[in-house]
């Protein structure tokens, strides 16, 4: 049995903000041009924006926060979108300037919105829950980057006229973060 006490109430809180750019997952949507190349959206992909709040506990670090992860695909008679709102909770193990950490991020309001000739891509998804681990290199005390996997999966609702499906949205990417 494993028993873990955090001294909350004497743990240094710090707002928290973050970029990320992200890389993976399944094909949901691939957009041919006129000059017949193509861009793809993917479910793992591209940037994220995280705010929230950091603490430091005797032997740990930990994190909520709360963002957007985004991809779009923009043409002069349409454009698709891609968005899902985040949420994570995170703890974080310190070794000097290392930090190794994990834990569990729920992402909602899954959406893939077109307009004009894209709009036969719209779909909704079901809100996910996944699991996340980070490795941060802190170069100071208030600003790091971190390589960051993401494990979580979508389900295709059936709106829009579209069948269920699963789709992979696992992804791996950069972050930079800092806290004041």
Do not use: C
Not at 95 to 119: C, K, M, N, P, V
Not at 138 to 143: I, S
């Amino acid at each position: 049995m494993f028993i873990f006490i955090a001294d909350i109430a004497n743990a240094e809180v710090d707002f928290f903000a973050g970029m990320g750019l992200h890389s993976g997952g399944d094909t949901l949507a691939t957009v041919i041009f006129t000059d017949d190349s193509n861009e793809k959206i993917k479910a793992g992909e591209l940037v994220s924006i995280d705010l929230g709040m950091a603490w430091d506990m005797e032997s740990m670090e930990g994190r909520a926060t709360i963002g957007l992860k985004n991809d779009q695909i923009t043409a002069t008679n349409g454009d698709l979108d891609f968005t899902r709102y985040t949420s994570q909770i995170m703890l974080f193990y310190p070794l000097e300037r290392w930090h190794f950490g994990g834990g569990l991020t729920y992402h909602f309001d899954i959406e893939l919105d077109g307009s004009g000739q894209a709009s036969v891509a719209n779909a909704k998804y079901r809100n996910a829950l996944g699991f996340v681990a980070e490795i941060d290199y802190y170069f100071n005390n208030w600003f790091f980057i971190g390589l960051q996997y993401t494990d979580i999966e979508y389900d295709r609702s059936t709106s829009y006229g579209k069948s269920e499906r699963t789709f992979d949205g696992s992804s791996i990417g950069i972050v930079f973060a800092g806290r004041w």
